[in-house]
């Protein structure tokens, strides 16, 4: 133990872990899963399931992984008959009183009951005709259903509530075989990180309302991304279906958000579908804007910033790509340039059981990424300055009030009918957040990507690749 | 015994010496009967050497596990840098037993006196006695002792304070004890961490018995070498032992012999046997969660702890259950396994759903609609029950289950191929 | 939190003073949790929602943490009981000594009917429940907070009568 750290043996493997490692998360360096159901990396040991039974060298009963810590030397068979055995009978103690409902449980797919049970479970029940315990299900708040018949009692959802969330509204009541998650009719499931019991939730026990009966499992197309919500750059992941994102889940990143994300965020996924988009370039010919390719609408703009000098004004949004934010401004480098955008506001959401963890109150995720290439929060200012500029551009702000005696130029995503930017000179269809590959920067200044979970509508394309192909072809140099 | 029938010749009488002496109870009677002298003693002697004389004696808990007092005593730290907590358990809810009661409504500051040498041996600032919520007549007694004992200021620093359970079995488990003192559920904490070095309110923490508690004042002041002698055969196992002797004797009660007395003798010569015409056919010796004893292996049977074990079963709390041959036994153990289901917390699956299970099949075979699978399927359920879970209900429900098909399979199979039917309550 | 305007508080007056004293015996309020809820249960007769909140809010916990706590513990009701508590142990000790019949007895005489159920006259809720711990003396019952050993089928209308 030379090097602080424990060596011990799980199923044959050797693995070396420091001092206070559990046994379950030591298995994983072995490459092992110890199947298991109530333990979560991030919430506190409940031990109480009792899947994760395994033997242990010199000790008499088995030991649950989850609780146990590594000493020097230990040797672990998690696939020794006794643990299997073991296992299987917690399968079928848990199938006792569990409804045959993967047919139409959302969980299908992805359900770590139907997966220990496919994995080692018994082909057949002996319960036999003796009734399934019955309750109605229950709705327990904005977004969350109740279905009792299917709960585990792996209290995962009342740990959460109670030491990650702060706020204990989900209880067990009763006792025995009558137990179920209970909740004061008093209370609602209303915190703001409360969807996460939903992820928590081993089995289609807790539900989200929103992603009900939506899709299947094993239609979802997981794409990595970070969430849009707010500036603390929570990592998630898009489900996609069809080419239409369906839900919003966590992704584990120990730094930022190990493994949650508030219900914002998990809801902040419908505008990423919308269909109202821009599906072509436009260029204004004879007064009116008419649709065209994008060899013509680049030449329209080359035109404009050829023809142009003095200032130039970016109005851009704070969700925009790091590298699209970049490109704009180089492609107005030749120009006096002010950059500017806006972020809303609104009300910060601590996960309070987490450090530096919230919704925060930007509601925007690459604020930092714009202030750090140049861009400022003097928007009325910008907006003033854009009045007499030669040239405007204005990157994803479909309501941004503009007005200008110069080239107008818009490139976004949705323009709606009284929009001021409808008086551009060239519109640019650009991809959203869900249909690109790009950078943000979080609140504390860490740079993350995001990718490609459906393609974007028509003929829009990144930002980044618009901006860039355009700043390429004035020849202007990229910015270190 | 002493109470409700004068005290046997063949009675050692230590602890049941005032039972039924309502005197005895009264703060001035008890010191009339030389009580609080082995607390003074105590409170003057090193906290060390306290916990040294409990270990000589020999005594071991008696509430069930049977662990050497002293010894735990002694796991508590050894350098005092946090607040130190006593639990006396006067949760008594293992089915037979009904010992601690009669310890408490007739000798209350025994008790308490016992309490205070265990909180000064182990430096506990606090004490809580936890009484389960239906023992109103002990609490009120309890109370009154509590207060009259203050008024005479003979606890020193300790402060001893009664905490009312309200109804669950499983909060006689030590660590749901100290959950259901901290206002939770009575959830089993799994362990580690162990009580003496985080328990209540995550401090170091002794939890004892009350008759563990109550022998404490008469070892200190008789010695440990007398409570020591105080043995029949067996060395490990000292000191008397109030077994609580029910079901069908004619006359049940509190007996309170040496450790190895015979219980063959317990029960005909004390108890007087079954009623007239009936015969002993079975019994449990240590609450109903230890194995059940047939009529031959009762009557071979040394009450101490090794002695049981030898038997095939355990000491456990010295609830003696006896059942003549009028006994259903059958009946009986679906309603001990219903009993377990009741009282199961619910934290783990195997107990949660398993105690159900197997009073439904029990309940199944005694409706007249038993399979010929049921009784291995019961034993393989048992077997799935014991050894896997935080604390050991899921163990106690096997217990009558594994030893009652075992011994007494020939009353299940009546059940099986019809030739009997019960009538069920409920 | 909805507010019943016509709820009037437990915790008030002697009451809360008899609380403050409880709460002295602990380190923590949470840990005054069980007695306070028995208090509840004297005052109120019975442990409602809304009493659960005010416990709640009086010792700093949630409603449904509170909630999940009086259902844990089958003597704190919750819901009205009637005006004699019975509780009747029904386990081995005593099932082998005649504990069915009393409990039998004391239904049909009470007029309680059926286990758990109230009385039509309001007098009587009886309960079968486990083990009382007086196994020695079958079949031991509890009427409200009166414990009586020894009782049998026979002896059970003279307590109905006392205690009607």
């Given at each position: 133990m030379s090097d602080g750290l424990i060596n011990l043996t799980i199923d044959g493997a050797p693995v070396s872990v420091p001092p206070g490692t559990l046994v379950i998360e030591a298995a994983k360096q072995a490459g092992v899963l110890v199947p298991h159901y109530c333990y979560h990396p991030g919430l506190p040991v409940a031990g109480v399931c009792r899947m994760c039974l395994v033997e242990i060298e010199k000790a008499p009963k088995l030991q649950i992984a989850c609780a146990t810590t590594v000493t020097e030397g230990m040797v672990v068979k998690t696939q020794a008959p006794a643990a299997k055995d073991a296992r299987q009978s917690v399968l079928e103690f848990l199938l006792i009183n569990h409804p045959l409902d993967c047919p139409i449980c959302d969980q299908a797919g992805e359900c770590e009951l139907q997966d220990f049970v496919f994995q080692e479970g018994q082909p057949g029940t002996r319960y036999g005709e003796f009734a399934k315990r019955f309750n109605p299900v229950e709705d327990f708040g904005p977004d969350v259903l109740y279905v009792p018949n299917r709960c585990i009692l792996c209290t995962r959802c009342v740990r959460f509530m109670e030491d990650v969330a702060k706020e204990p509204v989900l209880n067990v009541s009763e006792r025995g075989d009558r137990a179920f998650i209970g909740i004061h009719p008093e209370a609602r499931l209303d915190h703001p990180w409360a969807g996460n019991v939903v992820d928590l939730c081993p089995v289609g026990s807790l539900l989200s309302k929103d992603f009900l009966h939506k899709a299947r499992a094993w239609e979802l197309d997981k794409t990595a991304s970070v969430c849009?919500?707010?500036?603390?750059g929570c990592n998630i992941t898009l489900d996609t279906r069809d080419e239409v994102v369906v839900r919003v889940r966590p992704r584990p990143n120990l730094d930022i958000n190990r493994y949650f994300i508030c219900d914002h965020g998990r809801m902040h996924y419908r505008w990423m579908n919308r269909g109202d988009r821009i599906e072509a370039p436009l260029v204004r010919k004879d007064g009116a804007l008419h649709a065209t390719d994008w060899d013509e609408a680049f030449a329209r703009v080359l035109a404009i910033l050829r023809g142009a000098s003095g200032k130039a004004v970016a109005l851009v949004s704070p969700g925009a790509s790091s590298e699209a934010l970049a490109a704009a401004k180089r492609l107005l480098s030749g120009f006096t340039w002010t950059g500017a955008f806006q972020v809303v506001m609104g009300e910060e959401a601590p996960l309070a059981g987490v450090p530096n963890l919230a919704l925060r109150?930007?509601?925007?995720?690459n604020a930092k990424g714009a202030e750090q290439l140049?861009?400022?929060?003097d928007y009325a200012q910008a907006l003033a300055a854009a009045k007499s500029a030669a040239v405007v551009l204005v990157l994803d702000e479909p309501d941004c009030p503009v007005e200008t005696d110069g080239a107008l130029i818009y490139a976004g995503t949705v323009l709606g009918e009284d929009a001021a930017c409808r008086r551009a000179d060239v519109v640019l269809p650009i991809a959203n957040v869900a249909e690109e590959e790009g950078t943000f920067t979080n609140r504390d200044g860490r740079d993350q990507r995001y990718y490609q979970a459906k393609p974007a509508p028509g003929m829009a394309q990144p930002a980044a690749w618009v901006l860039g192909q355009l700043a390429q072809a004035m020849g202007l140099a990229e910015v270190q | 015994m002493g109470y409700p029938h004068k005290s046997h010749p063949k009675e050692t009488v230590v602890l049941s010496q005032y039972f039924g002496d309502a005197d005895a109870r009264t703060f001035k009677g008890w010191t009339k009967r030389g009580g609080y002298e082995a607390l003074a003693q105590a409170l003057k002697m090193d906290p060390v050497a306290v916990t040294d004389v409990v270990k000589e004696s020999g005594l071991r808990g008696r509430g069930g596990a049977g662990f050497p007092t002293g010894l735990k005593w002694s796991f508590m730290p050894k350098e005092k840098k946090k607040p130190h907590y006593l639990c006396v358990n006067a949760d008594e809810s293992e089915p037979g037993t009904f010992k601690d009661r009669e310890i408490m409504r007739w000798t209350p500051h025994a008790l308490l006196e016992g309490t205070a040498i265990a909180a000064h041996a182990i430096r506990a600032e606090v004490a809580y006695i936890y009484i389960r919520g239906e023992f109103t007549e002990p609490w009120t007694i309890m109370e009154r002792a509590l207060a009259e004992a203050n008024a005479a200021d003979v606890f020193g620093a300790i402060r001893i304070h009664l905490h009312r359970g309200a109804g669950a079995y499983i909060c006689g488990e030590e660590t749901a004890l100290m959950n259901s003192i901290e206002g939770k559920r009575g959830n089993p904490r799994i362990k580690p961490p162990f009580p003496a070095a985080a328990g209540l309110f995550g401090l170091p923490t002794t939890i004892n018995n009350v008759e563990t508690l109550a022998a404490v004042p008469h070892i200190l002041k008789r010695g440990a070498a007398w409570y020591k002698g105080l043995c029949l055969s067996n060395p490990k196992s000292t000191g008397t032992k109030l077994f609580s002797v029910c079901g069908h004797v004619q006359r049940p009660g509190n007996y309170e012999v040496t450790m190895g007395f015979p219980l063959k003798d317990l029960l005909y010569d004390m108890c007087g046997g079954p009623p007239p015409g009936r015969t002993l056919k079975a019994c449990i010796p240590g609450g109903s969660s230890v194995p059940i004893l047939t009529r031959e292996e009762t009557e071979a049977c040394l009450l101490d702890y090794e002695g049981v074990v030898a038997s095939g079963s355990m000491l456990g709390s010295g609830g003696v259950i006896v059942f003549d041959d009028s006994a259903d036994m059958v009946y009986q153990i679906m309603r001990l396994a219903r009993f377990y289901a009741h009282e199961s917390c619910a934290q783990c699956t195997q107990c949660r759903e398993g105690t159900a299970w197997t009073t439904k099949i029990m309940e199944r075979i005694l409706a007249g609609q038993g399979k010929p699978k049921d009784l291995d399927l019961l034993l393989d359920l048992s077997e799935n029950m014991t050894g896997k879970t935080i604390c050991v209900l899921s163990d106690s429900c096997a217990a009558p289950i594994v030893s009652g098909i075992k011994k007494f399979r020939g009353e299940f199979e009546a059940y099986l191929a019809g030739k009997k039917q019960s009538v069920m309550v409920s | 939190m909805t507010v019943q305007e016509d709820y009037q508080p437990v915790f008030s007056g002697k009451v809360l003073e008899e609380l403050q004293t409880v709460l002295q015996r602990y380190p923590t309020k949470q840990a005054a949790l069980l007695p306070t809820l028995w208090l509840a249960q004297r005052e109120h007769g019975w442990i409602s929602d809304r009493i659960m909140a005010e416990v709640a809010e009086v010792l700093g916990l949630t409603p449904a943490y509170v909630k999940g706590v009086v259902t844990f513990y089958t003597m704190y009701h919750q819901h009205p009981v009637g005006k004699n508590f019975v509780q009747v142990c029904t386990t081995s000790p005593c099932n082998i000594c005649g504990a069915e019949d009393v409990l039998k007895a004391l239904l049909a005489q009470s007029g309680a009917g059926d286990a758990g159920a109230t009385s039509p006259d309001g007098k009587w809720t009886i309960m079968e429940v486990e083990c009382l711990g007086a196994c020695g003396f079958p079949t031991p019952i509890l009427v409200n907070e009166d414990f009586l050993e020894n009782v049998t089928a026979e002896k059970v209308p003279d307590i109905v009568r006392k205690y009607r």
């Open positions: 849009t919500g707010c500036s603390q109150a930007e509601r925007a995720p140049g861009y400022t929060r | - | -």
